[in-house]
């Protein structure tokens, strides 16, 4: 249990971020599509200059073993805000023994931490639960055949697919159909739908990064040739994750369901690339203070084949 050293990712040698590099914990982290490196680049920027990353390491005889990411601030450990993991190539009491060395350290180090916990880290760390938060995930089961995900959609929704579908054109943005300009049209939407520019454009050029390097997807619909509707997806070889989206403001104000037949499309599209979820994200709405949330968790909500639950853990190792 001695051998193990605990260090942030700024701390690694060249040696040890090589070995990382090419280590089979490597391929476990980069993985998850909020953890290739176009999206760390992203969050990184748009989170501001606060942030970095602050992954953090059991290192055994020079060897990474253990990783929780983390993009945070100095004495926080989370991901972009939200929840982080624990990823081991260890296994059996090797495992168990590396967790508990992970939280007695921890605890050294005084730091916030919130985490969808491990049944080890949480035996070691219960006196040190500040909250407890449980988020509803909506997601669509893609192995379920069309007509079944069809069947699962809200009722009142289907008239509105059938309308998008006669009146909408698509077109999908994806690492084998690159389009700088449709991507750009997609980010004035955005601008114009928000009535402001909300974050940098060198956040935007690491979005469309993501899609040159097969980690995302933009879905564009036009209506009598003009951008009315599109979203942005993130994606790895199993998950899609309905991330940015952006609607004409004026045609919605008029009842035109300009965003649902997108929507499916993404969707659909998350089967071709033969992903096992599409995670629609956070569908509750009882932490939802404004109206806009709450509507955007419903229209969320009206797509899910099936919810499940999220238990999120705050640690105050302080």
Known sequence: MSAFQLRHWCDLSASELDKFNKSKL???????FMRSSPAIAYYLEYLGP???????????????????????RENELNFAEGPTEI????????????????????KHIKIRAKLT??????????????????????????????????????????SL????????????????????EAFKAF???????????????????????MIVSGNAYLVNACKKGALVSGCYIMHDDKNAYYGVSANDRELMAKGLAINHFPLWKAI???????????????????????????????????FATDIT???IFTFDFG
Not at 52 to 69: A, C, G, K, Y
Not at 187 to 209: F, M, N, P
Request: proline fraction near 1%; charged fraction near 30%.
């Open 187 to 209: 980010r004035e939407l955005h601008h114009k739908a928000s009535s402001r520019k909300t974050r940098s454009d060198k956040s935007w050029d690491l979005q469309y990064d």
């Open 26 to 32: 490597s391929e476990l982290f980069k993985s998850h």
């Open 309 to 311: 639950t999220e238990n």
């Open 87 to 106: 990823l081991s190539t260890l296994k059996g009491e090797e495992h168990h023994n590396a967790v508990k060395i992970l939280t007695s350290q921890l």
């Open 268 to 302: 659909d599209f998350a089967v071709q690339k033969r992903c096992e979820k599409f995670l629609l994200g956070d569908v509750g709405i009882e932490n939802c203070k404004e109206e806009k949330t709450k509507n955007i968790s419903k229209f969320k909500r009206g």
């Open 50 to 72: 606060n942030f970095s990353n602050r992954s953090v390491f059991l290192i055994r005889d020079s060897e990474p073993v253990l990783v929780v990411p983390a993009i945070c």
């Open 117 to 158: 916990v491990c049944s080890i880290f949480l035996r070691e760390s219960l006196s040190s639960v500040e909250q407890l938060s449980i988020s509803y995930l909506g997601w669509v089961n893609l192995a379920l055949s069309e007509e079944m995900r069809r069947r699962c959609i809200r009722k009142s929704y289907k």
């Open 161 to 180: 697919l059938n309308w998008g579908q006669n009146n909408l054109d698509i077109t999908i943005v994806d690492s084998a159909n690159k389009d700088l």
